[in-house]
């Protein structure tokens, strides 16, 4: 079966510092790789996807980077953290040519 | 430009009761639309989905409407339950979009007893 790993789960950064969340997805071959986040009352906001090693969609200009060094593998990256990226950040996958996703349990940042 | 959107931020409903929710989206093209669970520092859980093809698909206590000329999808829960408590996300979907999903702000259901 598949299964999707995030970590971690919760992260305090000082703002300014750098941070990098993997995601990681077993059982598939393939698969479509997203970065969603949920801020504070509001609804989840794709920020990139992937339909392949190397390949990254970006859905929105932001302080965040991803990349996709193996095929079940997706970071989220930055080089230096604001406040405003601060929030619930989500990885999901999904089957090429299939609909909906399952998520990653996710990762509370919040920086400081 | 928010394509997919719930107006109701919460919910509050007895248990027993149905409970009703809403999502309106704008882009007509969306032809696949799906509503996800999350409760609180967990990540979304599929509930059910609908096709642009049909109007209606029930899976046990749960019920999806879809409205496509009034651009319009409502999920019904009858009977509530107090697990059925989270916030519920529409999405949507078009063919040949790398499968994304957009997303509706959420509504939280609290169901009381």
């Known amino acids: 079966s598949q299964t999707i790993h995030q970590w971690p789960a919760t992260l305090v950064q000082p703002v300014g510092s750098p941070l990098s969340l993997e995601c990681t997805v077993e059982?598939?071959?393939?698969?479509?790789l997203y970065w969603y986040r949920q801020a504070a009352g509001r609804g989840l906001q794709l920020l990139f996807y992937?339909?392949?090693?190397?390949?990254i969609s970006s859905e929105v200009p932001q302080n965040l980077s991803a990349s996709r060094p193996q095929d079940r593998q997706f970071i989220l990256s930055s080089k230096k953290l604001l406040l405003s990226d601060s929030g619930f950040y989500l990885c999901?996958?999904?089957?090429?040519?299939?609909?909906?996703?399952?998520f990653g349990s996710g990762t509370r940042l919040t920086v400081v | 430009d928010q394509q997919v959107k719930q107006n109701s931020p919460s919910l509050s409903v007895q248990e027993g009761r149905i409970s009703i929710l809403n999502c309106d989206y704008t882009?007509?093209?969306?032809?696949?639309f799906l509503w996800y669970k999350k409760y609180p520092a967990e990540g979304p859980t599929f509930l059910i989905s609908?096709?642009?093809?049909?109007d209606k698909n029930e899976d046990g206590r749960f019920t999806v409407f879809l409205n496509k000329s009034a651009k319009h999808l409502s999920l019904h829960i009858v009977p509530s339950q107090p697990g059925d408590s989270a916030v519920y996300f529409c999405?949507?979907?078009?063919?040949?979009?790398?499968?994304?999903?957009?997303f509706g702000t959420g509504t939280r259901l609290q169901v009381t007893l």
């Open positions: 999901a996958w999904s089957a090429p040519l299939g609909f909906g996703y399952t």
């Open positions: 059982g598939t071959s393939n698969p479509n």
């Open positions: 992937s339909v392949g090693i190397g390949q």
């Open positions: 882009n007509s093209m969306f032809d696949y």
């Open positions: 609908i096709s642009s093809i049909k």
């Open positions: 999405a949507a979907s078009l063919t040949g979009t790398a499968s994304k999903l957009t």
